[in-house]
């Protein structure tokens, strides 16, 4: 959040001044102020240590546990009380004005959540074994009340920002509904909490919340090593782009096309995310290859070429340590197999050929037809379709033809962005090893 306009100053400003008028001028009769005093520092416990999810901007924090218990047990005030503990987590990150609006958010949905529990018929304080399953319904009321508050507030701030939700979408479009989704499990533990609080007092959200805690860091671990992954996959490509700049960003958008093929053959999610990262690295062998050669702009030697079929090998030979890549070294080794068998580095034909090399086949040779070359220019997408058909059965699995131009013609594609090039480069090698329509070459 940099500086703020009008609109979002007004916004944030309304937003912070209501959650002030209910915690001043509301009704404090009957507010268990020891069940606040515990339900607030655990709320800032919650808030300090929100786990980060891969996309950096989205922390995860079991807060709505804590709010949602301190509704049973405090009533309206007292839970917009325990959301205004926000302000006191120990997170760095957000600036003044972000706490401020989350501390305000945490308490307008917590005092919406009690009042509409009592709406409901909910009844404050500990609840016995004759609240249930009454106590249920109102609970649910709550629940929800405290997920949609939030949802509207955070959707309406990233509206008047304009920013994002973190996820790659745009605040004026989307929200991560999922991460909401997952709010309202963590209310579920607010009643657990409440329910106990008779028999465990203090004790019961830490009973509660350790399992919970536990679950958040090996999730925390999953998502630093997922970063870590990025980060490797990331800078090797980078390197394969510094050295051959005439295809940037190339790698991405075979990714990105194996990813669409992937999708629409209904391939599993762990499957989806390694053939990702296979698109990423498919040419990571020209490392491999003297730069004279990729940069060549004349016709090139038998030699010269023969350089270059070897980068599917070079390419397995530099990351085939890197243990997460796993079925997506296959797809690297054997990117340039052909359906007919005419292919390298092994002549593999068919099914031979595995299925993560027939996939990036198709999505490395549309990118390079739809890519400007110096000996042509970018291919329109429906023309590099009908080259793609042209060669589906004897270059391509047709299966996987079928799959991509289903997708492209239902999502659209995006080509390379020709101004984006680097100056005077961008078509200066005479070569592109991934065009389908460049004349076979075999090394006598
Ligand atoms: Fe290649």
């Known amino acids: 959040m940099g500086k703020l306009s009008w609109l979002a100053g007004t916004y944030i400003g309304a937003v912070v001044a209501a959650a002030v008028a209910c915690i001043a001028f509301g009704s404090y009769a009957g507010v268990d102020w020891s069940a606040v005093a515990i339900l607030g520092l655990l709320l800032v416990a919650c808030e300090s240590t929100a786990t980060l999810l891969r996309p950096r901007k989205v922390a995860w924090s079991p807060s709505s546990a804590a709010i949602l218990a301190s509704v049973v047990l405090a009533g309206p005030v007292g839970a917009a009380v325990v959301g205004a503990c926000t302000m006191f987590g120990l997170r760095r990150g957000p600036s003044p004005v972000q706490r401020a609006f989350n501390t305000a958010m945490y308490a307008l949905s917590a005092f919406g959540a009690g009042e509409v529990y009592l709406l409901l018929g909910g009844k404050v304080g500990m609840p016995g074994p004759s609240s249930f399953p009454g106590i249920i319904g109102p609970f649910a009321g709550a629940a929800v009340t405290h997920v949609l508050v939030n949802f509207s507030l955070v959707r309406g701030v990233l509206w008047v920002t304009g920013s994002s939700d973190g996820t790659g979408q745009s605040g004026r479009g989307g929200l991560n509904v999922r991460l909401l989704l997952s709010d309202l499990g963590y209310c579920a533990y607010g009643l657990l909490i409440a329910a106990l609080w008779s028999v465990l007092g203090p004790f019961t959200p830490v009973l509660v919340l350790v399992p919970l805690f536990v679950a958040r860091w090996a999730v925390a671990q999953f998502a ?53 990262y296979a698109g990423m690295l498919h040419d990571v062998g020209k490392l491999g290859v003297p730069t004279q050669v990729l940069q060549k702009t004349g016709k090139l030697t038998d030699d ?141």
């Open 224 to 276: 630093a090593q997922q970063r870590a992954y990025e980060a490797t996959v990331s800078a090797l490509c980078q390197a394969v782009e510094t050295k051959d700049f005439y295809t940037r960003g190339h790698s991405e958008r075979v990714s990105r096309g194996s990813v669409m093929i992937a999708r629409e053959i209904g391939m599993r999610g762990e499957r989806v995310e390694a053939i990702r």
């Open 304 to 444: 010269e070429y023969a350089a270059i079929q070897l980068h599917p090998m070079r390419g397995l030979d530099i990351v085939r340590e890197i243990g997460f890549l796993d079925e997506a070294l296959a797809g690297i080794m054997h990117h340039h197999e052909r359906i007919d068998g005419r292919g390298y580095p092994m002549g593999l034909a068919g099914d031979e050929i595995p299925e993560f090399a027939r996939v990036l086949a198709v999505a490395d040779a549309f990118d390079s037809m739809t890519s400007t070359r110096s000996y042509r220019g970018a291919r329109p997408v429906p023309e590099a379709i009908a080259e793609l058909r042209r060669w589906s059965g004897t270059q391509f699995d047709p299966a996987f033809v079928d799959a991509f131009v289903a997708a492209i013609e239902r999502d659209g594609w995006t080509g390379p962005d020709t101004a984006a090039a680097p100056h005077g480069r961008a078509t200066a090698a005479a070569h592109d090893h991934d065009d389908p329509t460049a004349p076979l070459r075999t090394i006598g």
